[in-house]
């Protein structure tokens, strides 16, 4: 049974730094990413990285702020938040991917398995 667990939200001044964990069981994925999803809108891309090489994919909304790592041996994703800002705030969203694909899906199809989320909220 495949399992995507999220920890580290929380609530953080704007400017501050959060990371999240995400803990995959059950099987082997090709890459691993971060959706988010704010009240009234839709599920948007964060970032992803492919398990065997590393590489990695940002939305430009996150560039320079976030960074996405994966530890394959702890089978463990994590986002690392910083200058967090209030329009950051959302559920956030581990997600993985089974298949290989031509480059690193961005949308929320591209992916098979999902977490419950973990709420991350910015204030002013």
């Known amino acids: 049974q495949v399992q995507l667990v999220e920890s580290g939200g929380g609530l953080v001044q704007a400017g501050g730094s959060l990371r999240l964990s995400c803990a995959a069981s059950?099987?082997?994925?090709?890459?691993m990413g971060w959706f988010r999803q704010a009240p009234e809108k839709e599920r948007e891309f964060v970032a992803a990285v492919t398990w065997r090489g590393g590489s990695t994919s940002y939305a430009d909304s996150v560039k320079g702020r976030f960074t996405i790592s994966r530890d394959n041996a702890k089978n463990m994703v994590y986002l690392q938040m910083n200058s967090l800002k209030p329009e950051d705030t959302a559920v956030y969203y581990c997600a993985a991917y089974s298949k290989w694909t031509i480059g690193i899906p961005t949308t929320t199809r591209g992916y098979d398995y999902w977490g419950q989320g973990t709420q991350v909220t910015v204030s002013s």
């Open positions: 059950g099987r082997t994925f090709y890459g």
